[in-house]
């Protein structure tokens, strides 16, 4: 099984990506800018045969440089929890991994003292 998945590894199609394919995921009208996104960032461009392209996996990381900086602004102690499921694509998770930081403890301050013991209970459960 090892063999295997080494094989695919090193398959081109798998280690290389194709600039119009940039183009395509940037949402651009021509590989020149996909070209250019590529030099702005220092990804190496390789001409194979008639075709330029660039490492996937640099690619990638680039792409996903923006979200991870989202992730971080977010929620700078779980920013590693919610890249690794958005990777996933388990939206569930997510929503849950979210709510959950949202949920904040209200402090009704009204300047009221509750009087009886029930009315302090339950201020305290709020």
């Known amino acids: 099984m090892e063999k295997q998945q080494l094989s695919i ?8 990506i ?8 940037l ?3 021509n590989i020149g800018t996909a070209q250019k996104w590529c030099e702005k960032l220092k990804l190496p461009i390789l001409v194979i045969g ?7 996996f640099l690619v990638e990381a680039e792409m996903d440089k923006r979200i991870i900086q989202l992730f971080k602004k977010q929620a700078p ?6 890249y690794r499921l958005y990777l996933e694509d388990d ?29 302090i209970e339950f201020a305290n459960e709020l």
Do not use: H
């Open 9 to 16: 590894k090193m398959d081109t199609n798998e280690k290389y």
């Open 50 to 56: 008639r075709k330029k392209m660039s490492y996937r």
């Open 91 to 119: 939206r569930y998770g997510y929503v849950i991994a979210t709510q959950s930081r949202k949920k904040k403890r209200s402090n009704a301050s009204m300047g009221v003292k509750p009087l009886s013991k029930e009315a």
């Open 77 to 82: 102690d779980k920013w590693e929890e919610l």
């Open 18 to 25: 194709e600039l119009s394919e940039i183009s395509s995921i």
């Open 27 to 29: 949402k651009a009208k």
